[in-house]
């Protein structure tokens, strides 16, 4: 009875849109009591679009969105992506950059037409001694506020501006929420985002304030999953990029958003084939289904 009742999961699986590696997959769902959430392309769109250019006194809006434009050319990150289209529209094709180099978590650098760039959080111009002037401290905070992520461009070592992007929450996200929590479970976000930002993306979707873990490198997302379970709970960690791979193969149920990642999937358990968020409960509760038939 055993391996038709599985064979018949895994049918249902693949009818509620859910793809699942094994029989053996559904085992580890019985227990799972915490749903950790990957923030950008899984709670929301993942397509992020630039709302705004800020710059230090005297520098032009051009120069700072064509310069750091150039660099996020060469990343497949959600902000690049962005950051790169609104460039090439305001400024046209962007120069080929002489180096480049990406800091996971962190941001872009490189070299164009001689100067050497830096995109990203406030950390990896901190990280290389460089200061924000007040004007551009103001204005990273001020995005904040807004629920924005704002990432710094610097070249040859003063920061020069700040680029705003927003991403839009999936409208289903909220309703996958309120589904977990009826399944009796925990769900957590997690980001490498800002503090302020995951707090209002939590807001909108109804996490609770204290279950949001910001500002964690994609080199520390595993660990955290670790520390989760060192607390004595079964996770769960839903993701979709490359960052999330190895948090994704560290919990106990490795869920991936099927619009994401090969390397997201091949971390994972299951797929959720077209990226609704609210599949992850239905995955859970046909597993223990499932298994309830079996014994
Ligand atoms: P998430 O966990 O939400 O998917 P990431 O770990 O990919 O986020 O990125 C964390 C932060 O690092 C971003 O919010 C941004 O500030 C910065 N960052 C990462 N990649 C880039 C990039 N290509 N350009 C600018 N900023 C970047
Ligand atoms: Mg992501």
């Known amino acids: 009875a055993t391996p038709t009742a599985l064979l018949v999961g895994t049918g249902r699986g693949a009818q509620l849109g859910v793809l699942i590696k094994g029989p053996e997959v559904l085992e580890s769902t ?8 990957d923030k950008t392309g899984t709670v929301t769109e993942g397509r992020m679009t630039l709302l705004a250019v800020r710059t230090a006194d005297g ?4 120069e700072v969105l064509r310069l750091a434009g150039a660099l996020e050319n060469a990343s497949e990150h959600p902000i690049a992506r962005a950051v790169a289209q609104a460039a090439a529209e305001r400024t046209g094709p962007p120069p080929t950059p002489e180096r480049f180099d990406n800091v996971p978590g962190l941001g872009v650098r490189g070299q164009v037409e001689g100067h050497a760039v830096l995109v990203g959080r406030e950390r990896l111009l901190t990280a290389a001694g460089l200061a924000l002037p007040p004007e551009l401290a103001g204005a990273l905070t001020e995005a ?10 610097a070249w040859d070592g003063a920061a020069r501006g700040v680029l705003e992007v927003a991403d839009a929450i999936k409208p289903s996200s909220a309703e996958a929420i309120v589904r ?3 399944l009796g479970l925990t769900p957590m976000l997690l980001t490498g985002d800002n503090e ?12 609770e304030a204290d279950q949001v873990i910001a500002e964690v490198l994609p080199t520390e997302k595993a660990a ?11 996770v769960a960690m839903v993701g979709d990029g490359v960052n999330d791979a190895a948090a994704l193969a560290t919990a106990d149920l490795g869920l991936a958003m099927g619009t994401g990642t090969d390397v997201a999937i091949e971390a994972a358990d299951l797929t959720l084939v077209s990226g609704d968020l ?12 499932t298994l309830a038939t079996i014994r």
């Open 30 to 37: 019985r227990r799972v009591d915490t749903v950790v959430l």
């Open 59 to 62: 520098v032009a809006e051009d």
């Open 144 to 153: 904040a506020e807004r629920g924005r992520t704002a990432v710094v461009v």
């Open 180 to 182: 977990l929590r009826k």
């Open 196 to 207: 302020r930002v995951a707090a209002s993306v939590a807001r909108a979707v109804g996490i």
């Open 224 to 234: 955290v999953i670790d520390r989760l379970k060192a607390e004595g709970r079964v």
């Open 278 to 289: 609210r599949a992850a409960g239905d995955a859970i509760r046909l597993s223990r289904r």
